[in-house]
């Protein structure tokens, strides 16, 4: 009779599939590093970019305090002729805004007259050599 060779694993052998297993395990917790890696390198660009424009906004907010005067310390006489004088800028926009709208208007008409008169003059000289030829 042919003698089977049976293979009894040993407690203290490491087969060819536990040891693959081990490398795509380590593989994977590596992959898994080196992203967490990256994408920490990339928040922290971010929040330093971030804090940049915070610190850029505000140079831009305090150079803006000190260039205007807040009306505070304006007297009560010029704040009312400051509103006095924004109040004669708001007629005379609403005026001019009115006459702009009146001088279109009459200008849209006074076209609309002048072709209505080309048009009977046209519509006449018509008439006229339509007469001729008969």
């Known amino acids: 009779m042919a003698a089977e060779a049976v293979v009894v694993p040993v407690a203290g052998m490491i087969t060819d599939t536990v040891l693959v297993g081990i490398l795509i ?13 990256i994408r920490i390198m990339k928040t922290a660009n971010r929040t330093i970019e971030l804090d940049l424009e915070k610190d850029k906004l505000k140079l831009l ?4 305090a000190s260039k205007m005067f807040p009306f505070t310390r304006f007297s009560p006489e ?6 006095q004088v ?9 005026d001019n805004f009115a006459k ?17 008169k080309k048009l009977d003059n046209l519509l006449n ?7 001729k030829v008969k």
């Not at 380590?26 to 890696?37: P, S």
């Not at 000289?125 to 007469?131: A, R, S």
């Open 25 to 37: 395990v380590l593989a994977m917790v590596i992959i898994y590093l080196i992203i967490r890696e």
């Open 61 to 64: 907010q305090q150079h803006e």
């Open 78 to 83: 010029q704040t009312s002729a400051i509103r």
């Open 86 to 94: 924004e109040d004669e800028n708001m007629a005379l926009e609403t």
């Open 100 to 116: 702009e709208n009146l001088l279109e208007k009459r200008l849209t008409r006074l076209e609309n007259i002048v072709k209505t």
């Open 125 to 131: 000289n018509i008439g006229e050599q339509e007469k």
